[in-house]
Nanobody, 115 residues
Framework: QVQIAESGGGLAQPGGSLRIPCAAS????????MGWYRQPPGKQRESVAT???????NYTDSVKGRFTISRDNGKNMVYLQINSLKPEDTAVYYC?????????WGQGTQVTVSS
Protein backbone atom coordinates (compact mmCIF):
# COMPACT_ATOMS: atom_id res chain seq x y z
CA GLN A 1 0.00 0.00 0.00
CA VAL A 2 1.37 3.37 -1.03
CA GLN A 3 1.46 6.05 1.64
CA ILE A 4 2.56 9.63 1.20
CA ALA A 5 2.49 11.65 4.40
CA GLU A 6 3.37 15.30 4.96
CA SER A 7 3.97 16.78 8.37
CA GLY A 8 5.50 19.84 9.94
CA GLY A 9 3.08 22.53 8.86
CA GLY A 10 1.57 25.08 11.19
CA LEU A 11 1.68 28.77 12.00
CA ALA A 12 4.83 30.67 11.14
CA GLN A 13 5.88 34.30 11.27
CA PRO A 14 6.65 36.36 8.19
CA GLY A 15 10.36 36.30 7.54
CA GLY A 16 10.76 33.02 9.33
CA SER A 17 11.63 29.56 8.07
CA LEU A 18 9.88 26.24 7.97
CA ARG A 19 10.91 22.74 6.92
CA ILE A 20 8.19 20.40 5.75
CA PRO A 21 9.00 16.69 5.60
CA CYS A 22 7.22 14.09 3.52
CA ALA A 23 7.53 10.36 4.13
CA ALA A 24 6.84 7.86 1.38
CA SER A 25 6.31 4.14 1.64
CA UNK A 26 5.09 1.37 -0.65
CA UNK A 27 7.02 2.67 -3.67
CA UNK A 28 10.53 2.27 -5.01
CA UNK A 29 11.27 5.75 -3.77
CA UNK A 30 14.62 6.22 -5.45
CA UNK A 31 13.04 5.86 -8.88
CA UNK A 32 10.24 8.38 -8.36
CA UNK A 33 10.01 12.02 -9.23
CA MET A 34 8.96 13.84 -6.07
CA GLY A 35 7.23 17.16 -5.92
CA TRP A 36 5.75 19.75 -3.63
CA TYR A 37 2.55 21.51 -4.59
CA ARG A 38 0.47 24.05 -2.76
CA GLN A 39 -3.10 25.29 -2.81
CA PRO A 40 -3.66 28.76 -1.40
CA PRO A 41 -7.11 29.61 -0.05
CA GLY A 42 -9.58 29.99 -2.90
CA LYS A 43 -7.01 29.16 -5.56
CA GLN A 44 -5.97 26.18 -7.62
CA ARG A 45 -3.23 23.80 -6.66
CA GLU A 46 0.13 24.77 -8.14
CA SER A 47 3.52 23.15 -8.42
CA VAL A 48 6.26 24.78 -6.36
CA ALA A 49 9.22 22.40 -6.56
CA THR A 50 10.16 19.06 -8.03
CA UNK A 51 13.14 16.77 -7.68
CA UNK A 52 14.03 13.92 -9.97
CA UNK A 53 15.66 10.62 -9.01
CA UNK A 54 18.91 12.20 -10.22
CA UNK A 55 18.35 15.03 -7.70
CA UNK A 56 17.83 17.57 -10.47
CA UNK A 57 15.47 20.20 -9.11
CA ASN A 58 13.01 22.63 -10.59
CA TYR A 59 11.17 25.53 -8.98
CA THR A 60 8.34 27.76 -9.97
CA ASP A 61 9.59 31.30 -10.48
CA SER A 62 7.75 32.77 -7.50
CA VAL A 63 9.66 30.64 -4.99
CA LYS A 64 13.14 30.55 -6.51
CA GLY A 65 15.76 31.58 -4.00
CA ARG A 66 13.49 30.94 -1.00
CA PHE A 67 12.39 27.31 -1.37
CA THR A 68 14.69 24.30 -1.44
CA ILE A 69 13.55 20.78 -2.20
CA SER A 70 15.73 17.85 -1.19
CA ARG A 71 15.45 14.10 -0.88
CA ASP A 72 16.97 11.34 1.20
CA ASN A 73 16.61 8.11 -0.71
CA GLY A 74 17.90 6.09 2.21
CA LYS A 75 15.03 7.29 4.38
CA ASN A 76 12.37 7.60 1.66
CA MET A 77 11.95 11.25 2.59
CA VAL A 78 11.57 14.48 0.68
CA TYR A 79 11.79 17.88 2.29
CA LEU A 80 10.75 21.40 1.47
CA GLN A 81 12.73 24.15 3.17
CA ILE A 82 10.97 27.50 3.06
CA ASN A 83 12.89 30.61 4.00
CA SER A 84 11.85 34.27 4.22
CA LEU A 85 8.22 33.25 4.65
CA LYS A 86 5.59 35.56 3.22
CA PRO A 87 1.87 35.74 3.96
CA GLU A 88 1.25 34.66 0.36
CA ASP A 89 2.97 31.36 1.16
CA THR A 90 -0.11 30.47 3.20
CA ALA A 91 -1.51 27.32 1.64
CA VAL A 92 -2.05 23.62 2.03
CA TYR A 93 1.19 21.97 0.92
CA TYR A 94 0.97 18.60 -0.78
CA CYS A 95 3.65 16.03 -1.50
CA UNK A 96 3.49 14.03 -4.72
CA UNK A 97 5.28 10.99 -6.06
CA UNK A 98 5.03 10.18 -9.74
CA UNK A 99 6.64 7.80 -12.20
CA UNK A 100 5.58 5.40 -14.93
CA UNK A 101 2.13 6.96 -15.20
CA UNK A 102 1.48 6.56 -11.50
CA UNK A 103 0.86 9.54 -9.26
CA UNK A 104 0.38 9.48 -5.51
CA TRP A 105 -0.61 12.35 -3.22
CA GLY A 106 -0.43 13.01 0.45
CA GLN A 107 -3.25 14.50 2.48
CA GLY A 108 -1.55 17.87 2.70
CA THR A 109 -0.31 20.00 5.55
CA GLN A 110 -1.50 23.53 6.31
CA VAL A 111 1.08 26.31 6.43
CA THR A 112 -0.16 29.65 7.68
CA VAL A 113 2.12 32.67 7.62
CA SER A 114 0.88 35.43 9.86
CA SER A 115 2.10 37.74 12.57
Amino acid sequence: QVQIAESGGGLAQPGGSLRIPCAASGISFGFYNMGWYRQPPGKQRESVATIRPTAVTNYTDSVKGRFTISRDNGKNMVYLQINSLKPEDTAVYYCNANQWGQSYWGQGTQVTVSS
